[in-house]
């Protein structure tokens, strides 16, 4: 069953606006993480954000984790043309032993127009 | 540094072929991850090694799936027989311990 659910599944802006990505999973998780993808590329890793945490900065980027509705945001500020990518969070399942594993959304797929 | 190594980058082959892919990781990582990539159904998690040893190979759909890793620096996955629906992007990541994972740049493979 899939943990993470994105949305919206895509999201067209302008560059210089920001774009909002939203995730929701279902389980208690020890962190969650999200991820960009290139056309044709490997997923590459932005920003890990903990459970105890509720807001973390990396850049233009803003992660913020609500541990009580089982919710995650990204922010990305100003956006650039090359910010268009698929932006993927995963999950891990916290259980009696945390494993590594992790769960994959569908991702948000973001097109920034020049 | 080199990151994690995937090849061949695509592969065309006939349905029933014996199809094999392989993997590098990053040197120093205990973990190593396979997934499949497809439209319909997302990034799936195959199986996945820590310390070279198989800890979950829940996700590895059929018993015509088979992953090895024989050693820190190199692992495969193999499809015997392949099948039109094996047609997907499968990547390859690695970690270290908790750590987020790095990932290949995937390999592109259709069965006709």
């Known amino acids: 069953s899939q943990q993470g659910e994105e949305d919206p599944q895509a999201l067209s802006i302008q560059e210089g606006e920001n774009a909002t990505m939203n995730c929701s999973y279902k389980?208690?998780?020890?962190?969650l993480q999200w991820y960009r993808q290139n056309s044709g590329r490997g997923l590459v890793h932005l920003i890990l954000?903990?459970?105890?945490?509720r807001e973390k900065h990396s850049g233009r980027l803003r992660v913020t984790l609500d541990t009580s509705k089982k919710s995650s945001s990204l922010l990305i500020t100003a956006s650039r043309a090359a910010d268009t990518a698929s932006y993927f969070c995963?999950?891990?399942?916290?259980?009696?032993?945390?494993?590594?594993?992790?769960?994959f959304g569908q991702g948000t797929t973001l097109q920034v127009k020049p | 540094d080199a990151g994690v190594i995937q090849s061949p980058r695509h592969e065309v082959t006939e349905m029933g072929q014996e199809v094999t892919l392989r993997c590098k990781p990053i040197?120093?990582?205990?973990?190593l991850f396979w997934y499949r990539q497809t439209m319909m159904r997302g990034l799936e998690l195959l199986i996945y090694?820590?310390?070279?040893?198989?800890?979950?190979d829940s996700g590895m759909p059929e018993d015509r799936f088979s992953a090895k890793m024989p050693n820190a620096s190199f692992s495969t996955l193999k499809i015997q027989p392949s099948e039109p629906r094996d047609s997907a992007v499968y990547f390859c990541?690695?970690?270290?311990?908790?750590?987020?994972?790095?990932f290949g740049d995937g390999t592109r493979l259709s069965i006709l």
């Open positions: 990541a690695s970690s270290f311990s908790w750590q987020p994972q790095h």
């Open positions: 389980t208690s998780i020890n962190n």
């Open positions: 954000i903990r459970s105890n945490e």
């Open positions: 995963a999950t891990d399942n916290f259980g009696s032993s945390n494993t590594g594993k992790l769960i």
């Open positions: 040197s120093g990582h205990d973990y």
């Open positions: 090694f820590n310390n070279n040893v198989p800890i979950d």
